[in-house]
Nanobody
Framework: QLQAFGGGLVQEEGSLRLSCAAS????????VAWFRQAPGKEREFVAH????????YYEDSVKGRFTISRDSSKTAVYLQMTSLKPEDTATYYC??????????????????WGQGTLVTVSS
């Protein structure tokens, strides 16, 4: 099971750091991604980090503002979010899996999901 936490209410241009931890297993053999889902909208890809941590990918609207990382023991993955905007308001989910080729943004490529943590950005 994965646990995502760190969400909350923040003002526009503020920052938050989300964490994703695994219970019963480590992330060491999995790539990890963050997705988000705003009310009334479909779940969308946010960021991905490879199993090795050697590469990261981001959805265009968060590039330069969000940073995904994993700790050296590969037991946790983080999403540092800065310059937050009201449109970033959503429930954020972490997911672990082994996406093929360049399918890192496809949610069905991930086998394990956290319960979600709500991020609300006020203007």
């Amino acid at each position: 099971q994965l646990q995502a936490f760190g969400g909350g209410l923040v003002q526009e241009e503020g920052s938050l750091r989300l964490s994703c931890a695994a219970s019963g297993r480590t992330f060491s053999t999995y790539a990890v991604a963050w997705f988000r889902q705003a009310p009334g909208k479909e779940r969308e890809f946010v960021a991905h980090i490879r199993q090795s941590g050697s590469a990261t990918y981001y959805e265009d609207s968060v590039k330069g503002r969000f940073t995904i990382s994993r700790d050296s023991s590969k037991t946790a993955v983080y999403l540092q979010m800065t310059s937050l905007k009201p449109e970033d308001t959503a429930t954020y989910y972490c997911a672990a899996g082994r996406p093929i080729l360049n399918a890192y943004a496809v949610s069905s490529m991930y086998n394990f999901w956290g319960q979600g943590t709500l991020v609300t950005v006020s203007s």
